[in-house]
């Protein structure tokens, strides 16, 4: 005969089995990898920028990566917005150039 209220008595409850065989393991993914793989061309291009920047073209005398680290620094506190535009005044043509696609 089944009784309405629950038992007391600790020797009769009933846990449900926790052994490993009764639950099956989680797939493991290792994203590490996969984030490698997903950012691979983000690395493939930036090293390609890099690369493209350092070259001198037939013609000039510096590279755009020296021309960009020549710029005047804007955040010093000898900075001056004055000098900073008037050096990017002087090469702004080149680099318009460069980054919209003529690369020279």
Known sequence: ML????????ASWTVPSTSS???PKPPY????VKQKAVCQPTFKHRLWLED???????GFDTSI????????ALRDAD???LEYLEYLEGVEERLVN???GDRM
């Open 65 to 72: 990566s020296e021309i960009e680290s020549m710029l005047p």
């Open 52 to 58: 493209s920047k350092a070259q001198i073209p037939q």
């Open 98 to 100: 460069y980054y919209n």
């Open 29 to 32: 993914y290792n994203l590490t």
């Open 3 to 10: 009784s309405a209220v629950p038992s007391t008595d600790p």
């Open 79 to 81: 900075a001056s917005v």
């Open 21 to 23: 065989s009764a639950l």
